[in-house]
């Protein structure tokens, strides 16, 4: 029975896999004062290549916040790199020939899918990536410093997913090593997964944005969606009644000239849809990375700017319908009221426009996701402008 200190000195030589079978002899306690020697990482990766049994019975032998730094990715976020990683398996050593790495790989693939072997030094530090093809075709007893890629492209563990699909789209590569500051390898992210969690998190913001919750799909019961759903409905219609109030207000001038009640569904729908174009384009850039730190300002400013424009000539529009609807109707302040269908175009499609924006962005100031339920607060906000700086216009002008 080798001494620990030979034990250690073994398992640091070692690659992940040949650590692992040389501590299946080993005592459970005796196995677990080793790793507690070893780089927490590379002690994970030892204890990937073990069996379920052993690992377990290892696991029992150390120390609890030893065994629990050994098997979880903590301190990483949801959407970073590291929440996704996941331990290497095909790691080895620069002075292993290929005959030998061939015949570690034969052992491997019996556990796990290997796309990539990668070559690491005593500490660990990434210094190659081993490409298949390469290796079966080279020299059998060349040494894998010589069939190995050492310029390696690699990803961080505190890298957001975002910036990481950013960074692989163009590489296309399956599988992308994670290593830490110093270089050393810390685990392994596919590409698979890294696009497919990004790909789930874009195609739920429609939901997010009317209060439909991440986590509900097709399957999800009734009494669960119902649980996610109903509470924004709820909320949705207390703005309504916001909204009624506003126009309550004004009912005197309702009363007196009808014909303006045609044209409240004009002007919140156009100004709703003007905010959804600018709630759109800003959770867009939220999602990819495109609005960069300091670029708030200038994103408000232009889609004010794009709210105007657009509300001046789709207000140029509505007041010629108005023109006509009052002319049809026999009303004789047409033209008094076509000014009032185009300020009130104007305002509101400024204010939907700058609301647009702004609302994803004070959602995630406050910590909040920017997606969420944005589209209800923006329906209330388009909706009582409108139609209060309508209905108010009116009253003063006609």
């Known amino acids: 029975m080798p001494t620990h200190e030979n034990l250690l000195a073994h398992v640091r030589q070692s690659a992940p896999h040949d650590a692992a079978d040389a501590l299946e002899a080993a005592a459970d306690a005796a196995a677990a004062e080793v790793l507690q020697e070893l780089n927490p990482m590379v002690a994970q990766q030892v204890l990937h290549q073990m069996t379920d049994e052993r690992r377990c019975a290892i696991l029992a032998a150390a120390p609890i916040e030893k065994a629990q730094q050994w098997m979880q990715n903590t301190g990483y976020p949801e959407d970073s790199v590291g929440w996704l990683m996941e331990p290497p398996v095909a790691v080895f050593r620069p002075s292993m020939t290929v005959r030998e790495t061939i015949e570690?790989?034969?052992?491997?693939?019996?556990?796990?899918f290997i796309t990539y072997g990668y070559v690491t030094d005593e500490a660990n530090k990434l210094l190659g990536v081993l490409v298949m093809r390469d290796l079966m075709l080279g020299e059998p007893e060349k040494p894998l410093t010589e069939v190995m890629y050492p310029n390696?492209?690699?990803?961080?563990?505190?890298?957001?997913?975002?910036?990481a699909m950013k960074e692989a789209v163009n590489r296309h590569y399956p599988v992308y090593p994670v290593c830490d500051a110093g270089g050393r390898l810390l685990g392994l992210v596919r590409g698979q997964t890294l696009f497919e969690a990004r790909a789930i998190e874009i195609s739920a913001q429609a939901g997010t944005m009317v209060g439909v919750e991440k986590e509900e799909r097709l399957s999800t019961p009734v009494s669960r969606s119902l649980r996610f759903r109903h509470p924004w409905l709820q909320i949705n219609l207390a703005s309504c009644f916001v909204a009624a109030a506003v126009v309550a207000a004004f009912q005197d001038t309702l009363d007196r000239v009808v014909l303006l009640t045609a044209f409240l569904p004009v002007l919140a729908g156009q100004s709703g849809n003007t905010g959804c174009q600018a709630l759109a384009v800003t959770l867009r850039g939220v999602t990819l990375g495109d609005l960069k730190p300091g670029g708030e300002r200038s994103l408000v400013i232009k889609e004010g700017q794009l709210g105007l424009m657009n509300g001046m000539l789709v207000g140029i529009t509505a007041a010629i319908g108005m023109i006509v609807y009052a002319r049809i109707a026999g009303n004789p302040n047409g033209t008094s009221l076509a000014l009032v269908v185009w300020l009130s175009m104007v305002v509101s499609c400024v204010t939907s426009g700058v609301c647009g924006a702004l609302i994803p962005l004070i959602l995630r100031k406050f910590g909040a996701d920017p997606a969420t339920?944005?589209?209800?607060?923006?329906?209330?906000?388009?909706?009582?402008?409108?139609?209060g700086v309508f209905l108010g216009l009116a009253s003063l002008l006609v």
């Open 373 to 387: 339920a944005s589209s209800i607060f923006l329906t209330t906000v388009t909706d009582v402008v409108s139609m």
């Open 104 to 112: 570690a790989l034969r052992k491997l693939t019996k556990k796990a």
């Open 152 to 163: 390696v492209f690699a990803l961080t563990p505190a890298m957001p997913l975002t910036e």
